[in-house]
């Protein structure tokens, strides 16, 4: 058994990109995940400790920008590209694509939140394996 799955016995065995995407148990702990995240990089920035939320208008285009859309069903609302980001974000954490520090990071220096997430998608996209 890898790590993850020891670790994180919830996670699914996915066979497709699309199918993390449209995952709304996944995309409820990547709302979480992300926004920690983002809280964590504007903590950085300020130099103090602050919380904050990711819109999900951004989380959708950065998901548009990132070439995701085509793996989502036609007729899909911004809220649910928002939360098929988010399940990409947190499944490429849980899975060792992409480490916690490497997110707050690439959200830390850019002033372009969705440029930034859209270089988080990008990422977790390219090196995500499905069986």
Not at 18 to 35: C, M, P
Not at 60 to 81: D, Q
Not at 87 to 114: F, H, P, Q
């Amino acid at each position: 058994m890898k790590n993850c799955e020891r670790i994180f016995p919830f996670i699914k065995t996915y066979g497709s990109l699309r199918e993390v995407l449209t995952d709304h148990d996944l995309a409820s702990l990547g709302d979480a995940y992300i926004n920690f995240v983002y809280s964590l990089a504007l903590s950085n920035r300020r130099g103090k400790a602050s919380g904050a939320k990711v819109k999900g208008q951004a989380l959708a285009e950065a998901l548009r920008k990132a070439g995701l859309r085509k793996y989502l069903p036609s007729r899909m609302t911004s809220h649910v590209l928002a939360d098929a980001a988010e399940a990409l974000i947190v499944y490429g954490w849980l899975r060792n694509c992409i480490r916690l520090e490497e997110s707050v990071a690439t959200l830390e220096k850019s002033d372009a939140l969705v440029d930034a997430l859209t270089q988080l998608l990008s990422a977790v996209k390219e090196r995500i394996k499905f069986s």
